[in-house]
């Protein structure tokens, strides 16, 4: 094909560079490869990327007060916060404007909710001041004061300038249980209102007690589906997979039925005169619950992944270690266990992710105290409404995630995992 | 003709007839309809959507969405693709949602039925409870409700101390899992009278004690988040008190023949009406204007116990349709019944959700 040219430059057989040819070659197969993928990639844009992308810019957006005060916003420039007066009398003519216009757009709503989350009580100021304001006359500090006293308060003042910028931390803060007092300082909420902080290390432990039972209960169990004949591990492989393939809310609400206080376990147990009728365990609602049911629920998540890595363990490996005079345990420990570490990391980071982000799980079984970081998500997704709050507990959700692959990768390394 | 129901409609579309289904929907309207679901949108069904879906041949579907109804408007905004055409909601979230411009305004003189004497629908309806957005439906109350047959016959509670009271009514309660009347009833239990419990509220003091009353139950309290879970815990005998909405509690007594009773001391009532999702006006006017007129209203409270929110309905008011029992005495406003009744406070709510419902979320997690 090709041949050598005075000049010594390789080429092929139109004349071509063999370089250049080989080039087009390869970017043309590049193209066609990435043709292939391009319907992947286009997807996890469309439902991966950008909703990430958008969760993370809510988490800190902070449009309400710089649109919908934006006069307000431009008056307070000059005010010193710090110098214990109220803001003259054409800031209070500035937010009379803003007040007004916004009644009559409808855009307060938004306005009054955000600054509700940062202080109680501005809801109604807003709503009953935007109210008045429509016909409200010159002097306008008077108006606004007798439409609700909060304008006569400086938090209120120092509050709406804090937020006066597009972008906030307040949602941040507000999701490991801190705020910003009036000054402008970070400090922790009141101990009567702290709550996601504990939530958070619930969630890290809880998944951690989960990940190891199921390692505990599918390390023997993916151990026998490897080394069983086969038609005896088909029939256990079948078992295995017949719950994976239940639905998720089938499987948790019989957890409940077997579990509740009038369950069938409870039942049982009063029957076989083991517990008195009006001593029934409580073994759901509660985190107990939340674990039995989840460990259940993500038990195929890590015996899938050891089973293929015990599948590839010859056992003659085995064999050898104990006619080399290694004691059963000792041979256990020392060549089977190191082998199969590939299989429960990858059991093990795949089921305590999932169990992290798990969120119907919990909702049902874990009553109260079986709660999930994850429920308090959708309780500002859906009740309270409170976005982006919502969006800086999953981002720091996110976070964390992130974090825990990093060292996982560090210590272990992806490629040495096997899914199956 | 043949759009008797929507499970008769449902059938016919499974059963491969679909044809004719569909080319009477197609010429129908389709109205979402979202609502709270259980008996209270049975008594929708019965009182306004069978009959209109009869006589018009318009389609109604319900959506059991009205627990997360200002969620959903403003997602459904948020994401330019707006289902819902018209939504049962609790006139707090009306205001906020019509805040937000979520909401067509009403003009009710305009837009509604008068009374048949002629009485405008301004003066109509209860006193006060028409707002920019708002039509109201019903008075509901928000109760406790316990299982008679898990207290002695001749000791049975009566009142909100009792639901408070371990040694002498013991069992577990079944309570909402929101701030919103537990506060309310934790006072009254302490010794606030019903009309004082808003003041007292107000202050720190005041939230603290409620909090403390609330601690001496909190072990035995099973939280519940949907209307339809307290019946259900109350009948399995999980719970021996329900905090509950009235007509939930009624409809298991008279339907399902359970052992219920209600204790109407300090029951929190407030109203329950439609909006209308911004641009829908055009497509449910005429449903709207028939399903609030009072004889509508009066239909409505034979499936249910919820007192009409027309002055002029409450005449119309009889027997329940299926049981043929009186309704009087099983409705919030009788008088009986009403003694002791605290009127939810919309403003202070409106103020204090935020922050109470974050204190009461971290004293759950405690």
């Known amino acids: ?55 993370l810019s809510r988490s800190v957006a902070n449009p309400e007060v710089p649109t919908h005060l934006s006069r307000t916003v431009a008056a307070l420039e000059d005010w010193d916060s710090q110098s214990g007066e109220l803001p003259d009398e054409s800031t209070y003519a500035a937010l009379a404007t803003d007040l007004a216009e916004g009644h009559e757009n409808r855009a307060i709503g938004r ?67 801190m705020k910003l007092s009036p000054e402008g300082a970070i400090v922790d909420v009141a101990d009567n ?88 365990w409580q073994m759901i609602h509660n985190k107990l619950g939340t674990i039995i049911a989840m460990t259940h629920i993500l038990l195929p998540f890590m015996i899938l992944p050891l089973y293929s890595v015990m599948k590839t363990i010859p056992s003659s490996y085995m064999h050898a270690a104990r006619s080399l005079g290694g004691k059963p345990f ?3 420990r020392r ?69 825990f692959y990093l060292v996982f990768n560090r210590l272990i390394g992806v490629d040495k995992v096997k899914l199956g | 003709m043949f759009k008797k129901s929507m499970l008769h409609h449902a059938i016919l579309a499974c059963s491969g007839v679909s044809v004719l289904g569909m080319a009477a929907i197609v010429q129908a309207e389709e109205l979402n309809v979202v609502s709270w679901g259980g008996a209270y949108s049975m008594s929708q069904q019965k009182a306004y959507h069978d009959p209109w879906m009869e006589k018009t041949g ?96 001749d000791d049975q509670p009566d009142s909100i101390e009792d639901v408070f009271d371990l040694e002498n009514y013991p069992g577990k309660r079944a309570l909402i899992r929101k701030p919103i009347n537990n506060l309310e009833w934790a006072l009254v239990a302490d010794g606030v009278a019903p009309e004082d419990v808003y003041d007292v509220l107000e202050t720190e003091e005041g939230v603290q004690r409620a909090f403390d009353k609330l601690d001496t139950i909190k072990d035995e309290v099973i939280w519940w988040e949907e209307g339809s879970q307290p019946p259900q815990l109350l009948a399995d005998q999980e719970v021996a008190f329900g905090s509950a909405y009235n007509g ?71 027997t329940h349709a299926e049981t043929g029992i009186e309704m009087e005495t099983h409705m919030p406003t009788y008088p009986a019944n009403f ?15 935020d922050e109470l419902t974050r204190r009461f979320n971290a004293w759950l997690a405690q």
Request: hydrophobic residues 50%.
């Open chain 1, 335 to 403: 060549v089977y266990f190191p082998l199969t570490i590939p299989g429960i990391a990858a059991g093990g980071i795949l089921v305590f992710i999932l169990s992290i982000g798990y969120y119907i799980t919990p909702a049902l079984v874990g009553g109260q105290s079986g709660r999930f970081i994850t429920n308090y998500i959708a309780y500002h997704m859906q009740t309270s409404l409170n976005w982006g709050l919502a969006a800086a507990i999953a981002s720091i959700l996110l976070f964390v995630v992130i974090i």
């Open chain 2, 58 to 153: 318009d389609e109604i579907i319900n959506i059991d969405r009205s627990g997360n109804a200002l969620a959903g408007l403003r997602s459904q905004f948020e994401a330019g693709n707006v289902t819902w055409d018209l939504v049962d909601m609790l006139p707090a979230d009306a205001m906020i949602a019509c805040a937000e411009g979520l909401l067509e305004p009403i003009d009710h003189d305009a837009m509604l039925a008068d009374a048949p004497d002629g009485t405008p629908p301004s003066e109509d309806f209860v006193e006060g409870s028409l707002s920019e957005c708002f039509i109201p439906q019903i008075v509901y109350s928000n109760i406790v409700a316990f299982n008679t047959e898990m207290f002695p016959e």
């Open chain 1, 111 to 177: 306005l009054s909710s955000r600054l509700n989350y940062e202080q109680s009580g501005m809801r109604s100021a807003i709503m009953r001041s935007g109210m008045a304001s429509r016909t409200m006359e010159p002097p306008y500090k008077e108006g606004l004061l007798e439409a609700h006293e909060a304008w006569g308060q400086l938090e209120t003042w120092r509050l709406i300038k804090r937020e006066s910028s597009p972008y906030t931390m307040s949602y941040y803060l507000a999701a490991v249980d």
């Open chain 2, 339 to 353: 003694e002791t009744a605290i009127p939810k406070n919309d403003p202070f709510w409106a103020d204090n959700n």
């Open chain 1, 330 to 332: 000792l041979s256990f």
């Open chain 1, 193 to 280: 209102q702290k709550i996601y902080q504990a939530l958070f290390w619930r969630t890290f432990w809880m998944s951690g007690v989960i990940t190891l039972l199921t390692l505990v209960l599918g390390f023997p169990i993916a151990y026998l589906l490897a080394n069983l004949p086969l038609r005896k591990s088909n029939l256990l492989m079948i078992l295995v997979l017949l719950p994976f393939w239940t639905s998720l809310l089938v499987r948790t609400t019989t957890w409940i039925a077997i579990l509740q206080s009038q369950g069938v376990l409870n039942d049982m147990m009063v029957a076989l005169g083991v517990i008195a009728d009006d001593a029934r």
């Open chain 2, 248 to 318: 939930r509690i009624f409809n298991a007594m008279v339907s399902e023949d359970q052992p219920f009773e209600i204790i109407w001391d300090a029951q929190v009532f407030e109203l329950d009406g439609w909006v209308v999702p911004a641009g829908k006006l055009d497509k449910v006017e005429d449903f709207l204007y028939w399903a609030t007129d009072t004889q509508r209203l009066a239909d409505q409270a034979k499936y249910i116990s919820y007192g009409p929110a027309r002055e002029s309905s409450n005449a119309l008011v009889s």
């Open chain 1, 1 to 55: 094909m090709s041949e050598s040219t005075s000049s010594g430059v390789l080429t092929t057989a139109d004349g071509v560079p063999l370089k250049v040819s080989l080039r087009r070659a390869v970017r043309r197969s590049r193209f066609k490869a990435l043709l292939l993928v391009a319907p992947l990639l286009l997807f996890l844009g469309i439902a991966f990327v950008m909703p990430i992308f958008d969760m």
